[in-house]
């Protein structure tokens, strides 16, 4: 039998097998990924990303237990993805999948699988996305993807998802800082992990009031704040914000701020609930829609680029290149110049 | 007279236009990075690189007035380009410039440019370096190039330099996560600014352990470290780098570590000696001809991407790529089949 069969029959080798061989871009590999695609797209693929130190891995760890309980909806299947893009080692994430396997440990219905860092960003991105479809693919009905930190990388990988959720954690030195706009920006539900330290007010007073500077227009509720990122259908002046009902609440997602203790398990039920609001959110407004459309489009996006250089590079010879570098080093030709003569466009 | 030639005469309007031309990436603009092109590579160019709040502005303002008073070599024309690749508004350095004109204010041997963030950190880095080949080609000898943060964007820009500083200061948080092992491994030189505050002592053990923590298999001696991502021409094993003596500093960088007050001008001098210091190294090591190529390569190659994709959206038409995509989401086709059709190759 084909690997791919026994994958979709439920094999836990074969998929293992399947990632290894997607992660290395084996022609394997993309040939799985093409049989597969058909039979993804039904997992709610949840992104979990925020700075080292928040207790990420433990929240993972304890929302996987608890979608394992059937909290909501009874038991499902949970994949784990843990991606490290700055350490060439996944030291944080191999770290993590021990603890996780103490509690995990003999449940056939998680799996968890860590990804090493890839030459480029790009490359490190498409392999997720390749991972997250043969987890879909296999059954796997919540995904979860765990990044670290808050650059590039992880907003790219972030766009996989379809909730985000971004970890704080209070003293982790300047909270203004440590936050980062952008990814206040892809932020679903915002939980501050922790929350059993001192400082915790201040964590989320800080986490309110950067919302409220991104969206200096928006009016920021006690307890509620507008979607950042995610135009509402209708435009609320702010004057008129307070007075909005039950109409505006079906059109606009109000990012909660959700605290937890993770090592306690305390506040977790909590989070799984706002997730499955988010998803109800989605689906109702038709957003879960668009963010799948837009999903595969950045990946298609990224997989052109990535074609064209290599289409690119297979037909430029290496001497031809660096003739080229050559001259533009001594300066008789300039970086446009070259880039034409690199393309065979003059 | 055309733009180019007032700039190469000394016309700061000329330069100034010219630098908007290029950072909008006009036609203009396009065409005079070409005749500029031969009229660069005399500068020195400096990366300062370092977290928001270790005072990389102040510090900037510093080293220009030393390379103005003429500390080392007599006084030099200084360029300084700001980018904040984070903020779509450019406020630090904004602000940070407001400071500077102050103190810099009337000298002509002193232009300020400061870059708005641009769609994709491939277009920052390439609108970047045309504006310091501008700057180049007008006779601005030292030219810095201040980026806020650790990220991707920092790294590349930082690419473009011959000398990079990486600036930290004392308090700002957990110094092992403040400092990315990625950004340790593009610095010439590190340099403590705020050192009068408290906290200073245990900022540098921090470096020096990250440093140490990168290299695991060079020993750091009290003050010195070998150069992370530049390999000796000679390869030093542990038990022998001690008894190493002149020989082996001719082909090795050793990144300093320079404490400063830059607000009260301590150890700005010190700063500049180790930069004019890391000239010599470079011009006499060989390095210098490696690095300007590196540079050029990486710009060359990044202009390739670039032209790549625009090529490929002028051939490919919005009706055709929306029904691509549209059966991409119906999961009738897979990614890797979309990008088959997008190219054009099935």
């Known amino acids: 039998m084909d690997l791919t069969d026994e994958l979709l029959r439920g094999s836990r080798l074969a998929l293992a097998r399947i990632l290894t061989q997607i992660e290395n871009n084996t022609q394997q590999g993309r040939q799985a990924l093409d049989v597969l695609f058909p039979h993804g797209g039904k997992a709610h693929l949840i992104g979990v990303t925020g700075a ?3 207790g990420k891995s433990s929240l993972v760890n304890q929302l996987a237990a608890a979608f394992r309980r059937g909290q909501a909806g009874g ?6 993805v843990a991606v490290d893009p700055s350490s060439p080692f996944t030291g944080g994430a191999i770290l993590g999948d021990r603890v996780r396997m103490r509690d995990l440990a003999g449940d056939t219905g998680v799996f968890i699988r860590s990804m090493a860092s890839r030459g480029s960003l790009g490359g490190l991105a498409l392999a997720t996305s390749g ?3 043969a987890l879909d693919a296999a059954g796997y009905e919540i995904i979860m993807i765990e990044t670290v930190g808050a650059g590039q990388a ?3 990988i972030a766009r996989l998802a379809h909730t985000t959720l971004v970890v704080e954690a209070p003293g982790l030195g300047d909270d203004i800082q440590a936050i980062k706009a952008g990814i206040l920006e892809i932020a679903d539900v915002l939980v501050i992990n922790k929350a059993d330290r001192p400082g915790v007010e201040s964590t989320e007073r800080a986490l309110r009031s950067m919302l409220q500077l991104a969206h200096p227009s928006r ?3 006690q307890d509620t704040t507008f979607k ?7 435009e609320i002046p702010e004057n008129t914000a307070q007075s909005l009902g039950e109409a505006a609440n079906e059109s606009v997602w109000i990012p909660p701020i959700q605290r ?4 306690e398990g305390i506040g977790i039920d909590e989070v799984v609930q706002e997730i499955e609001r988010h998803r109800q959110y989605l689906e109702e407004s038709g957003e879960l829609e668009k963010r799948e459309w837009a999903r595969l489009k950045s990946e298609m996006d990224l997989l052109v680029r990535e074609t064209l250089v290599k289409q690119w590079s297979a037909r430029v010879s290496s001497s031809q290149y660096h003739a080229i570098v050559q001259s533009l080093a001594l300066r008789e030709i300039s970086p446009q ?3 034409k003569k690199m393309l065979g466009d003059d």
């Open 337 to 339: 110049q070259a880039v």
């Open 260 to 263: 937890t203790v993770a090592i």
């Open 219 to 221: 009016r920021i509720f």
């Open 154 to 156: 992880e907003v790219d």
């Open 75 to 80: 038991p499902r299947r949970v994949g784990i």
């Open 228 to 234: 950042a990122g995610h135009r509402p259908a209708i």
């Open 131 to 133: 991972i997250v479809l």
């Open 52 to 54: 080292p130190g928040t």
